[in-house]
């Protein structure tokens, strides 16, 4: 027989133990979480500098997916159009041949292999020897000229429907490099804004020493005088000079915002020279300069293993450039990247 017997309940002792045991797991729980070190100046200074690297690296290659989605565009729009001309001489071609059969009807009957073709596809039958033998040379002519057309057309078509679905891909891959863009950025904001005023002010004062200040290399700073540059990159140079101080914003090409890609490729448009939209294309656009010292000013100077950013040399060992976000357009040592190659146009 099962028994029924209600089960022991804890003692009160054993109770307050447990809740005192509970209660000292999250006061020991919250004493780990207060103690947790603030990161210092210096370790979001390297956070965020990454953080920023990481952004101007998918920036270029959002800029790589722009210009395509741009080509694209441009490519899908002239293809539409051949294809609607085609389709107006197809069908002209075929009035003609429609008119060519009436006035045969009038004339007593409409040959058949003519007759044939008013109701299906010449191809269906073009290449038959024995309806060719049927029609006059006119006819063939027109045959041959509407089989050729039909042929254009469907190529055409054919790769209208790839461009556009190439291009829906393209759209797909710009709005993932701007999430990845907008994620990276808003880290390093959140990583920045957990430092005080007045460590973000000596980070800024560390940022300004480590670039030797934002002053013109030939301003002063006993740098030596640099080497002239071609009439078209000191012109470029000149415009880039132009827009010290306007500020970098992701794949903005001027004039108001820029990027680094977008102000190297804005300022020699202004000099009359039509470059790459973006960095990497840019290290392939002109003759590459090796040695530092061999640069001139407005040579393009490409930065980091992968080529993700770029600037105008600037003369005395320093280059003009849009950096990152929360910056402007300004001077800055060329060490300060890892510098890999010059490229003049």
Same mark, same amino acid.
């Given at each position: 027989?099962?028994?029924?017997?209600?089960?022991?309940?804890?003692?009160?002792?054993?109770?307050?133990?447990?809740?005192?045991?509970?209660?000292?797991?999250?006061?020991?729980?919250?004493?780990?979480?207060?103690?947790a070190p603030?990161?210092? #100046?210096?370790?979001?200074?390297?956070?965020?500098?990454?953080?920023?690297?990481?952004?101007?690296?998918?920036?270029?290659?959002?800029?790589?997916?722009?210009?395509?989605?741009?080509?694209?565009?441009?490519?899908?729009?002239?293809?539409?159009?051949?294809?609607?001309r085609g389709?107006?001489?197809?069908?002209?071609?075929?009035?003609?041949?429609?008119?060519?059969?009436?006035?045969?009807?009038?004339?007593?009957?409409?040959?058949?292999? %003519?007759? %044939?073709?008013?109701?299906?596809?010449?191809?269906?039958?073009?290449?038959?020897?024995?309806?060719?033998?049927?029609?006059?040379?006119?006819?063939?002519?027109?045959?041959?000229?509407?089989?050729?057309?039909?042929?254009?057309?469907?190529?055409?078509? #054919?790769?209208?429907?790839?461009?556009?679905?190439?291009?829906?891909?393209?759209?797909?891959?710009?709005?993932?490099k701007k999430?990845?863009?907008?994620?990276?950025?808003?880290?390093?904001?959140?990583?920045?804004?957990?430092?005080?005023?007045?460590?973000?002010?000596?980070?800024?004062?560390?940022?300004?020493?480590?670039?030797?200040?934002?002053?013109?290399?030939?301003?002063?700073?006993?740098?030596?005088?640099?080497?002239?540059?071609?009439?078209?990159?000191?012109?470029?140079?000149?415009?880039?000079?132009?827009?010290?101080?306007?500020?970098?914003?992701?794949?903005?090409?001027?004039?108001?915002?820029?990027?680094?890609?977008?102000?190297?490729?804005?300022?020699?448009?202004?000099?009359?020279?039509?470059?790459?939209?973006?960095?990497?294309?840019?290290?392939?656009?002109?003759?590459?300069?090796?040695?530092?010292?061999?640069?001139?000013?407005?040579?393009?100077?490409?930065?980091?293993?992968?080529?993700?950013?770029?600037?105008?040399?600037?003369?005395?060992?320093?280059?003009?450039?849009?950096?990152?976000?929360?910056?402007?357009?300004?001077?800055?040592?060329?060490?300060?990247?890892?510098?890999?190659?010059?490229?003049?146009?």
């Amino acid at each position: 027989m099962a028994s029924h017997r209600r089960p022991k309940q804890p003692s009160r002792a054993r109770v307050t133990v447990l809740t005192a045991t509970a209660a000292a797991a999250v006061a020991l729980t919250s004493q780990a979480a207060q103690a947790a070190p603030k990161p210092d #100046k210096d370790e979001v200074k390297s956070k965020v500098d990454k953080l920023y690297e990481q952004a101007e690296q998918a920036t270029e290659k959002y800029n790589g997916a722009k210009e395509k989605q741009q080509k694209l565009e441009k490519q899908t729009g002239e293809l539409q159009d051949k294809v609607a001309r085609g389709q107006e001489d197809l069908n002209k071609l075929r009035d003609g041949l429609g008119s060519l059969a009436s006035a045969q009807y009038r004339s007593g009957g409409i040959d058949p292999s %003519l007759q %044939l073709f008013l109701s299906a596809d010449p191809d269906s039958y073009l290449d038959k020897a024995s309806t060719l033998d049927q029609l006059s040379g006119q006819q063939v002519a027109q045959l041959k000229k509407i089989q050729g057309k039909q042929r254009v057309l469907s190529q055409q078509r #054919k790769e209208a429907a790839d461009k556009l679905a190439d291009l829906s891909e393209t759209r797909k891959e710009i709005g993932k490099k701007k999430k990845q863009i907008q994620g990276k950025l808003g880290e390093a904001q959140r990583l920045l804004n957990s430092l005080t005023a007045e460590e973000r002010r000596q980070m800024e004062d560390d940022d300004r020493a480590s670039r030797g200040g934002d002053r013109d290399p030939g301003g002063g700073d006993n740098t030596p005088a640099p080497k002239p540059g071609s009439g078209r990159a000191g012109a470029a140079f000149a415009a880039a000079q132009s827009k010290i101080g306007t500020p970098y914003v992701y794949g903005a090409t001027g004039p108001s915002s820029f990027d680094c890609s977008g102000l190297t490729s804005w300022a020699y448009n202004q000099a009359g020279v039509s470059i790459p939209r973006t960095s990497q294309a840019q290290a392939g656009a002109g003759t590459r300069i090796s040695s530092q010292s061999q640069l001139q000013v407005g040579d393009l100077v490409l930065f980091y293993g992968d080529l993700h950013h770029v600037g105008l040399y600037a003369g005395g060992g320093k280059v003009l450039h849009a950096p990152r976000t929360g910056t402007v357009v300004r001077y800055e040592s060329i060490n300060n990247m890892p510098f890999q190659f010059g490229v003049r146009l």
